[in-house]
């Protein structure tokens, strides 16, 4: 249902694989399109609750794989690879105002 994306926490792998962070990524992109059709039905404090979420998620997911990942640098290029193809999260991640020196803090 429009709105209601989230991220299930029982859903979410436990372990770093190889396709996790695309897994991750393309979750908190379905969240976003949510705000995205929240703000187009004019619900403004719902989609911009559920675009924070969006966003929170992706930089939680972010910092989880930076922990676990022995070459950060391949880190970014996968992150940035995942969010030329998640056009939506992308957006309101630069509309957010951060960039990736803030997601690598």
Same mark, same amino acid.
């Given at each position: 249902?429009? !709105?209601? %994306?989230? $991220?299930?926490?029982?859903?979410?792998?436990?372990? @770093? /694989?190889? /396709? =996790? $962070?695309?897994?991750?990524? /393309? +979750?908190?992109?379905?969240?976003?399109?949510?705000?995205?059709?929240?703000?187009?039905? !004019?619900?403004?404090? +719902?989609?911009?609750?559920?675009?924070?979420? !969006?966003?929170?998620?992706? $930089? =939680?997911?972010?910092?989880?794989?930076?922990?676990?990942?022995?070459?950060?640098?391949?880190? =970014? %290029?996968?992150?940035? %690879?995942? $969010?030329?193809?998640?056009?939506?999260?992308?957006?309101?991640?630069?509309?957010? !105002?951060?960039?990736?020196?803030? @997601? +690598?803090?």
């Amino acid at each position: 249902k429009i !709105g209601k %994306a989230k $991220l299930p926490q029982s859903q979410i792998p436990s372990v @770093v /694989g190889s /396709g =996790d $962070l695309e897994w991750r990524v /393309g +979750q908190c992109e379905a969240i976003c399109r949510d705000a995205h059709a929240l703000e187009n039905w !004019g619900l403004q404090d +719902q989609a911009r609750k559920k675009f924070e979420t !969006g966003v929170q998620e992706f $930089l =939680d997911a972010i910092r989880t794989f930076a922990l676990e990942s022995h070459d950060l640098e391949a880190l =970014d %290029a996968r992150v940035q %690879a995942c $969010l030329q193809c998640n056009r939506c999260l992308q957006h309101e991640l630069k509309r957010s !105002g951060l960039n990736a020196a803030f @997601v +690598q803090n």
